[in-house]
Antibody, heavy 121, light 108 residues
Framework: EVQLVESGGGLVKPGGSLRLSCAAS????????MNWVRQAPGKGLEWVAS????????YYADSMKGRFIISRDNAKKSLFLQMNSLRAEDTAIYYC??????????????WGQGILVTVSS | SYVLTQPPSVSVAPGQTARISCGGN??????VHWHQQKPGQAPVLVVY???GRPSGIPERFSGSNSGNTATLTISRVEAGDEADYYC???????????FGGGTKVTVL
């Protein structure tokens, strides 16, 4: 059974940093690109960042570029998101999502349960 | 940045059909995926590659993509289908994933 479990969330002051982790199990982690997606309270889904299987290709949403760093450790089957210079508007539930490659395209087929990050003084 | 447009809300009576649209600029070449999110839960994939249906998703859920609009259709709507629905595409111009703003489906 595919499982994605996020951790590392919590309360942080504006300007602070936080590192999220996503532990994967039930599949060969190194065969899949991975993503972070967030959802601010009462708002819609917002893609944050994407990392390819061997970390060759990394992409960020414009509002996160330069502040957030996505990384992975295939040996430990883990995905990470280092968040720096945090702002109140970064307050959200953060989800990790697996990216599946089909014959036609690619899409998010599994999601973690999410972890809450609150940025407040 | 690329923008996907969805109606904020759709209301439908039980047993009827709900249709949720998703569109954007130069949309025709894009492949669309749909996720369902119930309150307090993580999103769940309900349609992939415009019209594919993942294992475990009822046949009542179907998708299409034609012209400038993709459509998620929920036939014979049930109370349990009440949720937010998001379309998702990969924008090759920006190398970004883009979500639509979401559509809240209310079962009357």
């Amino acid at each position: 059974e595919v499982q994605l479990v996020e951790s590392g969330g919590g309360l942080v002051k504006p300007g602070g940093s936080l590192r999220l982790s996503c532990a994967a199990s039930g599949f060969t982690f190194s065969n899949y690109s991975m993503n972070w997606v967030r959802q601010a309270p009462g708002k819609g889904l917002e893609w944050v960042a994407s990392i390819s299987r061997r970390s060759t290709y990394i992409y960020y949403a414009d509002s996160m570029k330069g502040r957030f760093i996505i990384s992975r450790d295939n040996a430990k089957k883990s995905l990470f998101l280092q968040m720096n210079s945090l702002r109140a508007e970064d307050t959200a539930i953060y989800y990790c999502a697996r990216e599946y490659i089909s014959t036609k395209s690619y899409y998010f087929d599994y999601w973690g349960q999410g972890i809450l990050v609150t940025v407040s003084s | 940045s690329y923008v996907l447009t969805q109606p904020p809300s759709v209301s439908v009576a039980p047993g009827q059909t709900a249709r949720i649209s998703c569109g954007g600029n130069k949309f025709g070449s894009k492949i669309v995926h749909w996720h369902q999110q119930k309150p307090g839960q993580a999103p769940v994939l309900v349609v992939y590659d415009d019209s594919g249906r993942p294992s475990g998703i009822p046949e009542r859920f179907s998708g299409s993509n034609s012209g400038n609009t993709a459509t998620l259709t929920i036939s014979r709507v049930e109370a349990g289908d009440e949720a937010d629905y998001y379309c998702l595409v990969w924008d090759t111009d920006s190398d970004h994933w883009v979500f639509g703003g979401g559509t809240k489906v209310t079962v009357l």
